[in-house]
Structure formats: structure tokens, C-alpha cells
């Protein structure tokens, strides 16, 4: 009998995500607006499915791109920079890719950059030449090297790479970045951005083609209900005629404007906007005319 055996079918769908963290909370909320509901275990690694046989495994967000490669799980919601990491590092190790990104999911934004000593008189990468960088990204940053044939040294830490250039053992970062803060506090400012990164869904490359491919779809397809409406809003006014020409304009950013006939030939007025509607923009909308200002919630929808 060969020593290795094809992996037992499951008709269970697993999902790895964050256990603790950054990105735990917001994944689960997520699967929860999907409809996933589940029963915790013990050790709380495992969450048994309730709602539709689709299950969670509570990890480290490293661990999660090697758990699809391995088909331990079948999804995984882990940052786009720790999954384009593994993904150019088996490159680089000469392994075939094993998983994708298969949905931005609009939360846990941040970005991967190479930051310097605020000193530094910043010229372009070309001054990289020789240089050190520290960095828990070696597969990306040597990537991001290597297509501009800048012969830079990669100094490869786990942790607290901001403080490296202080100490001495490397003469710049390549780190994530979001508010700046930690750059501010470690007298280092950003210079290039190698990666715009965010939550993502990764998945095998090569899917299910059973019982779970079915079950994968329809999260797929909620997902996307959920995470399309995630940010938007219904806003609704009263306006005049003559006042919407400027309306539209602070609105360029929305849907066109769905029309309704209102009270003493005024019209009432509806579009669904991408972003946050502030006091400030609503404010603005009031000065341009619009009156009976009214925002609403999305909670989901099929497209
Ligand atoms: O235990 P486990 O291994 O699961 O967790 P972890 O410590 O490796 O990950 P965690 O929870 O810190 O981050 C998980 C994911 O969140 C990351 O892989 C990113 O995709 C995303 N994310 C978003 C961030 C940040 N924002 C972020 N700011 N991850 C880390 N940071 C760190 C950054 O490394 C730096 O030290 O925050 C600091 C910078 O923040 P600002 O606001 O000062 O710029
Ligand atoms: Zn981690």
C-alpha cells in the first residue's frame, strides 16, 4: 500500500482564520453575515458548523496559506501580504503555487513599505543600492528588488523590524504601515510602497469539484452580497429642481440620482453612496439645497 493516500472526501467546507488578532474579529463578524453560525469547542480551535456544514479553524494568520496548500482547509481569511509572502517565497523555493486570493474583503487595510531614517534625503530605489533592509517580508521585498536589479542586502527579522535601523543591524525597513504611527515614533518615514494590502479569501488554486465546490459557491455568492453593501449607504433627500444640477455634482462619487416626483413640484430624491456619509458632507448637501437628509444602512443584497 503507498505511504501516501489520497485525502478522505469531506462534504464539510473548513475555514481557517485568525484565531487571535488583528483580523479575527472582523473575519467572523464577516462569516456571521454570511449566515455561518457555530459551536465552539473546548480548546477552542475548532468551531463546528451549526447553520450549514461549513467549518472554522482558529489559527496563527501565518499558518493559514500552508493549511490551503495542504488542503487541511479549503478558504482561509489571512492579509494579502502574508499570502503574496508565501506565495513568492514557493516560487522562489520552486514549488508551483498552491493558493489565490479569490475576494478583497475591504477590511484590515494596510500597506507594505520601505521606510527610511528620517535624514534621509530621498532620491528614488536607486539609492537602495547596498544598502541593508529589514524585513518580515523576504520572499516580496526581493521580488520587488530583483525587477529593478537593485543589488540591496535583505536582512530577514520576525519581529520589531522598526527598531533595526537604531540598532544598527540594518540601514532601512520594508514593513507594514497604517496610520504611521510607528514610523513617527521610530524617526522613519515611508518611501515606496511595494504592496496596497487588505483581508482577503484565499482558496486553492485548484477547487473542489464535489460537494464542498457547491457549498463554496453559495458562500462566495453571500459574501459578495455582504461585502459589496459593506460600506455603502442609502441616502435620501427632498430637494428643488433648480438646486439638483449642484446636488449631483457633491454626489459625483454616487449612483445616479433616482428621481420622485415630491410635494409642491419638488422632487424626492435617492442614490446609494460608496463611501461614509460624514455630518461634514451632509452638511454640504444641506447648503446645496437638499432638505429632509436621511442616511441609510445596507444590509445585504443579491446582485
Ligand atoms: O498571532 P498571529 O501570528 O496570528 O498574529 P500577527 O501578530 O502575525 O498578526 P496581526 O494580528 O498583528 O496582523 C494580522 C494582519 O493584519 C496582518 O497580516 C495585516 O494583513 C493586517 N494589518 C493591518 C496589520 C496592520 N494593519 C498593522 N498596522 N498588521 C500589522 N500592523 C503592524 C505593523 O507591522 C507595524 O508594527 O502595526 C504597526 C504599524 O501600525 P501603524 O498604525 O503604527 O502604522
Ligand atoms: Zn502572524
Redesign the pocket.
Given at each position: 500500500m503507498s505511504a501516501i493516500q489520497a485525502a478522505p472526501a469531506r462534504d464539510r467546507l473548513r475555514i481557517a482564520i485568525?484565531?487571535?488578532?488583528?483580523?479575527a474579529e472582523p473575519a467572523r463578524a464577516l462569516l456571521s453575515a454570511c449566515g455561518l453560525s457555530w459551536r465552539e469547542s473546548r480548546d477552542k480551535l475548532f468551531c463546528y458548523g451549526e447553520s450549514l456544514p461549513v467549518d472554522l479553524l482558529l489559527v496563527?494568520?501565518?499558518d493559514i496559506p500552508g493549511l490551503i496548500a495542504d488542503g487541511v482547509c479549503d478558504l482561509g481569511i489571512?492579509?494579502?501580504?502574508?499570502l503574496d509572502e508565501q506565495g513568492a517565497a514557493r516560487v522562489q523555493a520552486g514549488l508551483a503555487p498552491a493558493f489565490h486570493a479569490l475576494r478583497g474583503l475591504g477590511f484590515?487595510?494596510?500597506r507594505l513599505m520601505l521606510a527610511v531614517p528620517d535624514e534621509w534625503e530621498w532620491q528614488g530605489p536607486a539609492q537602495l543600492s547596498g544598502t541593508r533592509i529589514a524585513t518580515s517580508y523576504p520572499a516580496i521585498l526581493k521580488d520587488w528588488l530583483a525587477a529593478r536589479a537593485i543589488d540591496a542586502q535583505v536582512v530577514e527579522l520576525s519581529g520589531s523590524?522598526?527598531i533595526a535601523p537604531r540598532l544598527g543591524t540594518a540601514d532601512l525597513i520594508c514593513?507594514?504601515?497604517?496610520?504611521?504611527?510607528?514610523?513617527r515614533a521610530n524617526q522613519l518615514k515611508p518611501v515606496e510602497t511595494l504592496l496596497d494590502?487588505e483581508?482577503v479569501l484565499a482558496g486553492a488554486v485548484r477547487s473542489p469539484d464535489d460537494a464542498r465546490g457547491a457549498l463554496m459557491a453559495m458562500l462566495l455568492r453571500r459574501l459578495d452580497g455582504v461585502v459589496q453593501v459593506q460600506d455603502r449607504k442609502l441616502l435620501m433627500f427632498r430637494a428643488e429642481q433648480a438646486n439638483v444640477p449642484a446636488l449631483e455634482k457633491l454626489l459625483a462619487d454616487a449612483e445616479p440620482l433616482v428621481r420622485l416626483p415630491a410635494d409642491e413640484g419638488a422632487l424626492r430624491l435617492q442614490t446609494m453612496c460608496p463611501g461614509p456619509l460624514t455630518w461634514q458632507r451632509m452638511e454640504e448637501l444641506e447648503r446645496a439645497g437638499a432638505q429632509q437628509l436621511m442616511v441609510l444602512s445596507v444590509e445585504r443584497s443579491l446582485a
Open positions: 485568525q484565531k487571535n488578532g488583528r483580523l496563527r494568520d501565518d489571512v492579509g494579502r501580504n502574508e484590515g487595510q494596510c523590524v522598526e514593513d507594514l504601515v497604517s496610520s504611521g504611527a510607528t514610523l494590502s483581508a
